[in-house]
């Protein structure tokens, strides 16, 4: 027997690569990038192993060390979180022979059948190695006769069945399967630069940011506080948030700044309709030396055009023009119900609806102005020392290490 074949006291797993697969002459580095990801995150259970062979992505793990259904879900669930795999499937291995494959799927249907009570199937099949003697259609006709014999109380139907039984014929091995999982697609993390994400405890920028490294981008966060005027409680949900994205993100490094000073300031020497907007722009420029100082090709932010009135066009241009580094939006054209169900589809929603103090809602201006003019707030920025601001606040980071949750 060899390494990698299957025995009884293991699960199979195949993971199919997305996007990775279109990528031309640098396919092996992101189909390397992507095993390594997929290694990583199986690190914590014991017996599994994953590799890559013939285009494809094996993850075989031990029943026993990972025993029942929860454990092969487990491992499906950390696998679904590699940004990068398009879709995954259960399955069975077998000897590249009609006999063995015949076996296998009788074996696989009499589960099937125990587990789900399944009364109909059908079986498709493919024929990846064309010097395999039986044609595709024939193949699913042996086999679907195999199963028939096999599991007397299965009946096909070739339109509607419970299971559809997938025969993937290879040079070396064959598979079973019946489902594909869908995963989220994106491309491998670390293929796409570095972005500093600005996270607060909403409901929008842990979306962001998940998009963000959904394109295979690294992470680094910044979150600003308005301590004693927001909690200490709050700045743990946020974290606890932060904690949420990097399960598919991994661990990030996030800067917590005190904005209290500056807000301080500008609600002394600025006209309050003015006071969010100039919040925000401090804001971005924090982020952005944060963002030079560690290596970040750009900043990333939840806003989302015209939910707010800071996120008018003419707020978001003013926003804009404090900082040179380019600013990612990527939730900017989506509507608020759109984001709230990707939360939900991600696992942030229920953290982000926790009722904690955001430091935006500390001087929050009655009338905020909804279409700012540049030329005003910089009139306005120009009473107060902004450099000398922003380099205290940097100046005074908490850094804090967000492991996966
Ligand atoms: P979110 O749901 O992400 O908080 P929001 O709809 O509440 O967004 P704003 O409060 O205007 O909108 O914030 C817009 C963006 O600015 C946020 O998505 C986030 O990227 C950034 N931001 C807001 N508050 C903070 C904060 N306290 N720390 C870091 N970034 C923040
Ligand atoms: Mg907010």
Same mark, same amino acid.
């Given at each position: 027997?060899?390494?990698?074949?299957?025995?009884?006291?293991?699960?199979?797993?195949?993971?199919?690569?997305?996007?990775?697969?279109?990528?031309?002459?640098?396919?092996?580095?992101?189909?390397?990038?992507?095993?390594?990801?997929?290694?990583?995150?199986?690190?914590?259970?014991?017996? +599994?192993?994953?590799?890559?062979?013939?285009?494809?992505?094996?993850?075989?793990?031990?029943?026993?060390?990972?025993?029942?259904?929860?454990?092969?879900?487990? %491992?499906?669930?950390?696998?679904?979180?590699?940004?990068?795999?398009?879709?995954?499937?259960?399955?069975?291995?077998?000897?590249?022979?009609?006999?063995?494959?015949?076996?296998?799927?009788?074996?696989?249907?009499? &589960?099937?059948?125990?587990?789900?009570?399944?009364?109909?199937?059908?079986?498709?099949?493919?024929?990846?190695?064309?010097?395999?003697?039986?044609?595709?259609?024939?193949?699913?006709?042996?086999?679907?006769?195999?199963?028939?014999?096999?599991?007397?109380?299965?009946?096909?139907?070739?339109?509607?069945?419970?299971?559809?039984?997938? +025969?993937?014929?290879?040079?070396?091995?064959?598979?079973?399967?019946?489902?594909?999982?869908?995963?989220?697609?994106?491309?491998?993390?670390?293929?796409?630069?570095?972005?500093?994400?600005?996270?607060?405890?909403?409901?929008?920028?842990?979306?962001?940011?998940?998009?963000?490294?959904?394109?295979?981008?690294?992470?680094?966060?910044?979150?600003?506080?308005?301590?004693?005027?927001?909690?200490?409680?709050?700045?743990?949900?946020?974290?606890?948030?932060?904690?949420?994205?990097?399960?598919?993100?991994?661990?990030?490094?996030?800067?917590?700044?005190?904005?209290?000073?500056?807000?301080?300031?500008?609600?002394?020497?600025?006209?309050?309709?003015?006071?969010?907007?100039?919040?925000?722009?401090?804001?971005?420029? %924090?982020?952005? &030396?944060?963002?030079?100082?560690?290596?970040?090709?750009?900043?990333?932010?939840?806003?989302?055009?015209?939910?707010?009135?800071?996120? /008018?066009?003419?707020?978001?241009?003013?926003?804009?023009?404090?900082?040179?580094?380019?600013?990612?939006?990527?939730?900017?054209?989506?509507?608020? /119900?759109?984001?709230?169900?990707?939360?939900?589809?991600?696992?942030?929603?229920?953290?982000?609806?926790?009722?904690?103090?955001?430091?935006?809602?500390?001087?929050?201006?009655?009338?905020?102005?909804?279409?700012?003019?540049?030329?005003?707030?910089?009139?306005?920025?120009?009473?107060?020392?902004?450099?000398?601001?922003?380099?205290?606040?940097?100046?005074?980071? &908490? %850094?804090?290490?967000?492991?996966?949750?």
């Amino acid at each position: 027997m060899t390494d990698n074949q299957q025995t009884n006291n293991e699960y199979i797993f195949i993971v199919r690569c997305g996007e990775v697969a279109l990528k031309g002459m640098n396919k092996p580095y992101f189909e390397r990038m992507l095993l390594d990801r997929i290694k990583k995150l199986l690190k914590k259970f014991d017996g +599994v192993k994953a590799y890559r062979h013939e285009g494809l992505i094996y993850v075989r793990a031990d029943k026993e060390l990972n025993p029942g259904a929860e454990g092969k879900q487990a %491992i499906l669930k950390e696998i679904g979180k590699v940004f990068g795999v398009a879709s995954i499937s259960p399955a069975m291995e077998c000897e590249s022979t009609m006999e063995d494959i015949g076996r296998k799927a009788v074996e696989y249907m009499m &589960e099937a059948i125990e587990e789900r009570g399944v009364k109909t199937f059908k079986v498709e099949a493919k024929r990846a190695d064309k010097n395999f003697p039986v044609k595709s259609p024939d193949i699913a006709r042996q086999i679907g006769a195999a199963v028939l014999k096999g599991c007397k109380v299965l009946k096909v139907d070739v339109h509607e069945p419970d299971v559809r039984l997938f +025969v993937d014929v290879r040079h070396d091995k064959s598979y079973v399967y019946q489902d594909k999982i869908p995963g989220f697609g994106g491309l491998p993390l670390g293929t796409n630069g570095k972005g500093m994400s600005l996270l607060s405890g909403g409901i929008d920028s842990p979306v962001s940011t998940w998009m963000m490294a959904k394109r295979g981008m690294l992470i680094e966060a910044v979150h600003f506080h308005s301590f004693p005027y927001t909690s200490q409680r709050a700045q743990e949900k946020v974290e606890e948030l932060a904690s949420l994205v990097a399960t598919y993100c991994g661990r990030f490094r996030m800067h917590v700044i005190n904005l209290l000073p500056i807000q301080e300031q500008i609600v002394q020497n600025c006209p309050e309709e003015e006071t969010t907007i100039l919040v925000r722009r401090f804001m971005m420029r %924090i982020a952005e &030396e944060l963002a030079r100082a560690n290596d970040c090709n750009m900043l990333i932010t939840g806003e989302n055009l015209g939910q707010v009135a800071s996120q /008018t066009a003419e707020a978001l241009v003013v926003t804009d023009a404090s900082v040179s580094m380019p600013v990612m939006r990527p939730l900017i054209g989506m509507d608020k /119900t759109d984001i709230m169900d990707l939360a939900q589809e991600i696992g942030t929603y229920e953290k982000s609806i926790e009722p904690y103090e955001d430091c935006c809602t500390v001087f929050l201006p009655k009338h905020p102005s909804t279409k700012p003019k540049l030329e005003k707030i910089l009139q306005s920025e120009a009473k107060l020392d902004c450099e000398g601001l922003i380099k205290a606040a940097v100046e005074s980071e &908490e %850094i804090i290490e967000i492991r996966p949750a």
